[in-house]
């Protein structure tokens, strides 16, 4: 499942384009609004603070809880990303579908994490299953 933050000071121009080209693709796919309009597959989401980019954190964070108590047991993976991006959802699929993902998924490590981290990530060495984070350093 995809979904995307959206600010709709454009009256849903991006996310218009966003619903007839790379949502198609997806099996699920929402966007955060803060008004419905079900055409492009966006849901009003009322968050906490104001509405605008420098409190993108409390849109992004209302996401993440609507997924999760919408649509945890229905997709096996979530990519979040803003309406002016566009996702190759087909490379997203090869890259969980491919080996280096399937070592993730058996507890491997990649290198960059057992060079960079493996102080820190020495706690997750015998757990399973272990966190998997993408996109961004895990530890900080």
Not at 78 to 94: K, P, Q, S, T
Request: glycine residues 6%; contains cysteine; charged residues 25%.
């Amino acid at each position: 499942m995809v979904y995307t933050v959206h600010l709709p000071d454009d009256e849903h121009t991006n996310l218009k384009a966003i619903s007839q080209t790379w949502a198609r693709n997806c099996d699920g796919f929402f966007a955060a609004s803060n008004m419905t309009d079900h055409s492009v597959g966006a849901i009003d989401l009322p968050h906490l603070g104001p509405e605008g980019y420098g409190n993108i954190w409390q849109k992004v964070r209302t996401m993440w809880s609507y997924a999760y108590d919408h649509y945890k047991d229905d997709y096996d993976f979530f990519h979040i990303v803003g309406d002016d991006a566009y996702a190759v959802v087909e490379n997203l699929r090869n890259f969980v579908d491919g080996f280096q993902f399937q070592q993730l998924e058996q507890g491997k490590m990649d290198k960059v994490s057992r060079v960079e981290y493996k102080e820190k990530a020495r706690k997750w060495i015998n757990v399973r299953p272990r966190p998997l984070w993408f996109g961004m350093i895990a530890f900080r």
